[in-house]
């Protein structure tokens, strides 16, 4: 199983970003896919999350509204749509793949993609 997150870059505070998740090696459509970040000196932190067959979709308080997790199950594809960020969204930005039921716990995840980065300044 392999994830290959994209996307991540530079923009202003009140801009938007799309990441992307690419996975190959499974059957896409059965995993429960979350997005994940870490800032440096912190624990990696749930973003959102979404179950693979209903898509059934799930966010943390923190990026309710502006954040949209979705799929298209039919390119192996997983997305985060980022609006209004602000400089606390800033982090390196993880997908992540469960057998497990739609879960915010990391360690309920067993497959990562290396991460990418977003930064938002002020």
């Known amino acids: 199983v392999q994830l290959q997150a994209s996307g991540g870059g530079l923009v202003q505070a009140g801009g938007s970003l799309s990441l992307s998740c690419a996975a190959s090696g499974l059957t896409f459509s059965s995993l429960n896919m979350g997005w994940f970040r870490q800032s440096p000196g912190k624990e990696r932190d749930f973003v959102a999350a979404?179950?693979?067959?209903?898509?059934?979709?799930y966010y943390a308080d923190s990026v309710k509204g502006r954040f949209t997790i979705s799929r298209d199950n039919a390119k192996n594809t997983l997305y985060l749509q980022m609006n209004n960020l602000k400089p606390e969204d800033t982090a390196v930005y993880y997908c992540?793949?469960?057998?497990?039921?739609?879960?915010?716990?990391?360690?309920?995840?067993?497959?990562w993609g290396q991460g990418t980065q977003v930064t938002v300044s002020s």
């Open positions: 992540a793949g469960t057998f497990r039921g739609l879960t915010t716990t990391i360690y309920e995840y067993d497959y």
């Open positions: 979404i179950k693979g067959s209903t898509r059934t979709t």
